[in-house]
């Protein structure tokens, strides 16, 4: 499922495309990141984002939710393959890549979340995602 995060704030914005599947029951390579329990994460090699900034925001967006996916496969084993992640590079943050992911697994499993909208500092000319270390 393709899944576009967009969040502008005057002239200025960020926008992120997330590519992604999840599969149930995979076969787990050594590659493959266990996220939380019964719960792994793979990225295509052709995703150009460092592996660090995946881990670091996607994945945690996953561990985050992971009583609301649990709820939704019940006892299985869940891959979520990232095939690709288009960004805009002017205006990115990495800390985008949380808020992405959340309302991908929002949209794909139809949870039932609130949308974190982001504030934004005019004179830095940033967003602000302090929600994400709660």
């Not at 295509?44 to 992971?66: C, F, H, N, R, W």
Request: glycine share 4%; proline share 2%.
């Amino acid at each position: 499922m393709i899944y576009k995060y967009i969040v502008f704030k005057n002239t200025f914005g960020i926008a992120i495309t997330v590519d992604a599947e999840s599969i149930i029951s995979p076969d787990i390579i050594d590659s493959d990141v266990l996220i939380a329990e019964r719960i792994y994460g793979r990225v295509d090699s052709t995703v150009g984002l460092p592996q660090k900034y995946i881990e670091k925001y996607m994945y945690k967006a996953i561990k985050d939710l992971y009583s609301e996916i649990y709820q939704q496969i019940g006892g299985s084993i869940i891959c979520f393959c990232i095939k690709d992640i288009d960004i805009v590079i002017i205006g990115f943050q990495e800390e985008a890549l949380y808020f992405a992911m959340r309302e991908w697994l929002s949209k794909y499993y139809n949870l039932n979340l609130d949308r974190l909208i982001p504030t934004h500092d005019v004179k830095t000319r940033k967003f602000i995602f302090d929600r994400i270390f709660e």
